[in-house]
């Protein structure tokens, strides 16, 4: 008889507070007990460190899952990336919030007045503990999928994990209600704020992971085209160590990229299969929510004369061309 799942969830879940214990050693970071009456952590401190880390520790083990699901049946990818979506974007604020004390936390790495053992607690928590936490939990739900043997109860245990997703048995309000309340006065404290001055917080972690390519707009001289469909083959990736890299059917090109303010990244290319690419180096307009990314770039004439083949006799090339690619997430990462 295979165990409840609940009791597996639960123990999963209750791991994600784990990171949140390790904050308690930093006793620089006490906090002023104003909310006092709804938090069950021992002190605003935890709450600090927990908010930094979780949901998107959550998230990180539900994609994880969802991809090792997604090898045993396409309805069962589908139902897995439709319910995760839902997940993110129930989850959304407080996944938003969670970038911006995350920031925080890292900011205080640059204080002259926290104790060199302080913030190596701090870079134990980020670097070492949190990672060993996700990969527990995922560890953890992977086993009891695989251990059940046959194919068939691996999908049928992978259908009630994602069916438990749908349920909200893994969303943060019904696991960490103290922490969740903690967020929700983060949001309201912060106001009007929280679109603004952590637009940059959410957007450098929000564009992390694999996005398959959709559609490309064209506007030249200020008249847009109709739009073009893509073939869904290529893939761009954004990953935690500034790094990119782009896929397409005859082509792979990597390189690095670094934020200039809250929605424009500098790309530099380091490797491509075309020769003149290399060494590039473009500013991009970035829009991105948990599910679509926006990657907008602007070609002036003379920078398509450099680049393009020359125009026939009688054309004429448009002065400036603005380039919209449009991109779906990719839940189904490795």
Avoid at 95 to 110: F, G, P, Q, T, Y
Avoid at 113 to 131: C, G, R
Avoid at 150 to 168: F, M, N, P, R
Wanted: net charge positive; glycine share 4%; charged share 20%.
């Amino acid at each position: 008889m295979r165990r409840p799942l609940p009791i597996i969830i639960t123990k999963v879940l209750s791991k994600v507070r784990l990171a949140a214990y390790f904050v308690c050693t930093l006793s620089t970071l006490c906090f002023p007990p104003a909310h006092a009456q709804l938090l069950k952590y021992n002190s605003e401190a935890e709450l600090f460190g927990a908010a930094a880390v979780s949901p998107d520790s959550v998230f990180q083990v539900l994609q994880r899952v969802i991809s090792l699901c997604s090898k045993y049946s396409q309805p069962l990818q589908s139902f897995g990336e439709h319910e995760l979506k839902n997940w993110v974007s129930r989850h959304r604020l407080y996944l938003e919030e969670s970038a911006v004390a995350r920031r925080e936390l890292i900011a205080m790495l640059n204080s002259p007045s926290l104790a060199a053992d302080m913030k190596q607690n701090i870079k134990n928590l980020l670097e070492v503990v949190s990672p060993k936490i996700i990969d527990s939990q995922f560890e953890t739900m992977r086993i009891y999928i695989e251990e059940v043997g046959v194919k068939e109860l691996q999908a049928h245990v992978c259908s009630d994990y994602i069916q438990s997703i749908a349920d909200g048995k893994f969303d943060l309000s019904k696991n960490d209600p103290a922490l969740t309340a903690y967020f929700d006065q983060r949001i309201s404290r912060r106001g009007g704020e929280i679109t603004t001055s952590s637009s940059v917080a959410s957007a450098d972690r929000l564009i992390l992971g694999r996005w398959r390519h959709i559609s490309l707009v064209r506007t030249f001289d200020k008249k847009t085209v109709a739009p073009q469909v893509s073939d869904g083959k290529t893939i761009v990736g954004f990953f935690p160590n500034g790094t990119w890299s782009l896929a397409t059917a005859s082509n792979l090109s990597s390189g690095t990229y670094r934020w200039l303010d809250t929605d424009h990244i500098e790309q530099t290319i380091l490797q491509s299969g075309v020769a003149i690419q290399v060494g590039m180096v473009s500013i991009k307009q970035i829009r991105v929510n948990a599910e679509d990314l926006e990657i907008t770039t602007v070609q002036t004439r003379t920078e398509m004369d450099k680049l393009l083949p020359a125009v026939k006799p009688g054309e004429r090339r448009a002065n400036e061309v603005v380039i919209t690619s449009v991109f779906s997430r990719e839940m189904n990462n490795p």
